[in-house]
Nanobody, 124 residues
Framework: QVQLAESGGGLVQAGGSLRLACAAS????????MAWFRQAPGKAREFVAG????????SYSDSVKGRFTISRDNVKNTLYLQMNSLKPEDTAVFYC?????????????????WGQGTQVTVSS
């Protein structure tokens, strides 16, 4: 059974930084793509960033491009999201997700497993 566990969320002031981690277990992740999504209160879940497990090709939403960096550690089976220059509008629950086939996608419906989420709150 594939399991994803996020960590690293918290409260930070605007302009600050946080690093999220997603530990993956129960599967062979060498050929999977993974992504970070987020969901703010009253809003739909939205794509933040994605990375192919092989090759490391990345993609980002326009709202985080230049501020967030997605990366992974193949040995530790861990996905990361470095978030810099955080803004109050980045406040949300952040989820990691894995996709067994194909490259990354901005569509949440295409992902097969999800973590439980970690809260990120950015104060102004």
């Amino acid at each position: 059974q594939v399991q994803l566990a996020e960590s690293g969320g918290g409260l930070v002031q605007a302009g600050g930084s946080l690093r999220l981690a997603c530990a993956a277990s129960g599967g062979t992740f060498s050929s999977y793509s993974m992504a970070w999504f987020r969901q703010a209160p009253g809003k739909a879940r939205e794509f933040v960033a994605g990375i192919r497990w092989i090759g490391g090709g990345t993609s980002y939403s326009d709202s985080v491009k230049g501020r967030f960096t997605i990366s992974r550690d193949n040995v530790k089976n861990t996905l990361y999201l470095q978030m810099n220059s955080l803004k109050p509008e980045d406040t949300a629950v952040f989820y990691c997700a894995t996709k067994f086939k194909g490259g990354t996608s901005a569509k949440s419906s295409q992902y097969d497993y999800w973590g439980q989420g970690t809260q990120v709150t950015v104060s102004s």
